[in-house]
């Protein structure tokens, strides 16, 4: 019976080759009529379709009998090494496989496209090819079974990087990174090309009304991984659309804004520069110009060239204490510029565009011009005979001090003085002793004493009148010697007297007849 129906499916099959416009339709096995729709139906519980096997050898070679391949043809492929040079047609090993035209098609590999949870962009219909481009709805793993986020990424290994991201070629003529985008805005992280300049290197790019965070880890007592939680603190911000850049803070004010909250003291708080190697210089640089970067432009006067404040909270509020100041005071072709300190929210000290050094006044006149009391252990003047020339005794002494006058006086401004003080007028000084008079270089062309160097004068005044004094102590000694003789010759004269009384006295004579006689 077996046989008869054998020979009775290959005579129909025979058939349906031979004459391809037969529509005779048939059924093996069961009982009824066949399907509508089925040409051919095999009805059985226990028992299959046995395919023809063939040991294909590429998933792109026809392999079988005949020159023209025949899409639909279907077989089963007993090659386990069967190989594929075409993504679009990849070889599954054993099994069965159909033919669509083109190449050898796996029916596993077709069955499991289908049911991938990846779909076409922009449609519903799932992706059945690895050229297409996809998208998930679901949550995606790699490295990972239990994705945790919308896309979760485990490190394969400590010494390869979790995201490698390549273009054809390793030419970065254009973004390589990852973007960010929502309805209001967006931000881009990668390598590329940035700038005017066509640079090429790491690239971030923030949206217009989104700010850039830094965060890293904190105490490490949660398990949560999303910015602000308590594993993740937030270290920098770059603002959104002034590009202030935060330290510490998510709200910078300034260009740099650094913000050391509740850290203490230690140096926590510091800013260290650290530069190893044979030529170092570490430090900050300030640069000031009008105009933009492109086409920077010369400074205008007293444009501000940079500084640094000191601030600090008094009286409920943020207030100014110190800083350091540096001023441009040319005409926008000549390198001039002074520096001003400034304590307790005033001017105290400012070196001027020559040099000179101003302490309590920001005009000074002299290297080194000082509005107050100076109080110095001592002071020393270089006075080497090997450093001098065209060295003459000096003329003036004595006669010149007798012709100066000594006043005492109080200054018209009290910024100068407010104390009552002693000393010469420069314009008498000028009159006798010019050379200790100087001009100072402000609007009234000051004049001033150098009261060191009239110690000279004094000094040969002093030798002078020693040398008076010693004269008079000379010529006192011949009168007091001359006086000694003259006392001499009285008391000579005197004894001389009273020998001749004697004399007289022993001879008779009396006094009147002595007179007589003389």
């Not at 059945?128 to 239990?146: M, R, S």
């Not at 006086?409 to 000084?429: N, W």
């Not at 008079?437 to 110690?455: F, I």
Request: proline letters at 3%; hydrophobic letters at 35%.
């Amino acid at each position: 019976m077996k046989t008869k129906q054998l020979l009775t499916t290959a005579c129909f099959l025979a058939a349906l080759s031979a004459a391809p416009s037969l529509q005779a339709q048939m059924k093996i096995g069961g009982t009824g009529a066949s399907d509508a729709s089925a040409i051919l139906e095999l009805n059985s519980t226990n028992k299959g379709l046995l395919m023809p096997r063939v040991s294909l050898s590429t998933t792109t070679t026809w392999g079988l009998a005949g020159t023209t391949p025949i899409a639909g043809m279907s077989v089963y492929n007993t090659n386990t090494n069967l190989t594929s040079s075409n993504a679009s047609y990849p070889a599954a090993g054993t099994g069965e496989y159909y033919y669509d035209g083109t190449g050898w098609v796996s029916k596993k590999t077709a069955a499991a496209a289908y049911v991938e949870p990846w779909y076409n962009v922009a449609t519903r219909t799932p992706a059945t090819a690895n050229t297409q481009d996809i998208y998930q709805l679901g949550k995606v793993g790699i490295g990972t079974n239990n994705p945790t986020y919308q896309f979760s990424v485990r490190e394969p290994q400590s010494s390869q990087p979790v995201i490698a991201m390549f273009d054809n070629g390793g030419d970065i003529s254009t973004d390589r990174g990852i973007s960010f985008r929502n309805s209001g805005g967006g931000a881009f992280f990668g390598y590329g090309s940035f700038g005017t300049t066509g640079a090429i290197g790491p690239k971030i790019v923030a949206g217009s009304a989104k700010s850039i965070g830094f965060f890293t880890g904190g105490n490490g007592t949660g398990s949560s991984l999303e910015p602000g939680s308590e594993d993740n603190i937030l270290r920098m911000t770059i603002a959104p659309s002034t590009g202030f850049v935060g330290i510490g803070t998510e709200n910078p004010g300034s260009r740099l804004n650094l913000l050391s909250d509740g850290l203490g003291d230690g140096g926590t708080d510091d800013i260290a520069i650290q530069s190893y190697g044979a030529a170092t210089g570490p430090g900050f640089s300030f640069y000031s110009a009008t105009g933009s970067r492109a086409t920077p432009g010369n400074l205008a006067t007293n444009a501000t060239l940079g500084g640094i404040v000191f601030r600090g909270q008094v009286n409920g509020g943020s207030s100014i204490m110190s800083s350091i100041i540096s001023q441009y005071v040319g005409d926008g072709t000549t390198n001039a510029s002074n520096l001003r300190l400034h304590t307790s929210g005033a001017a105290r000290l400012l070196v001027n565009e020559e040099g000179n050094v101003g302490i309590g006044t920001l005009a000074p006149t002299q290297k080194l011009h000082v509005i107050g009391n100076i109080l110095a252990s001592g002071t020393i003047t270089p006075s080497d005979l090997r450093i001098k020339k065209d060295i003459t005794d000096n003329a003036y002494g004595l006669k010149e001090i007798m012709r100066l006058r000594t006043i005492g006086y109080r200054y018209k401004d009290v910024t100068l003085s407010k104390d009552h003080k002693i000393g010469f007028v420069a314009q008498e000084v000028k009159a006798v002793l010019p050379e200790l008079v100087t001009t100072a270089d402000d609007s009234l062309k000051t004049l001033g004493v150098n009261y060191a160097e009239m110690t000279v004068v004094l000094t040969k005044a002093v030798q002078e009148q020693q040398a008076q004094i010693e004269a008079l102590k000379a010529e006192n000694v011949k009168l007091r010697l001359s006086a000694t003789k003259a006392e001499n010759a009285e008391k000579a004269v005197a004894s001389l007297s009273d020998q001749i009384k004697e004399l007289q006295q022993l001879l008779g004579v009396s006094k009147t007849q002595a007179q007589a006689a003389k």
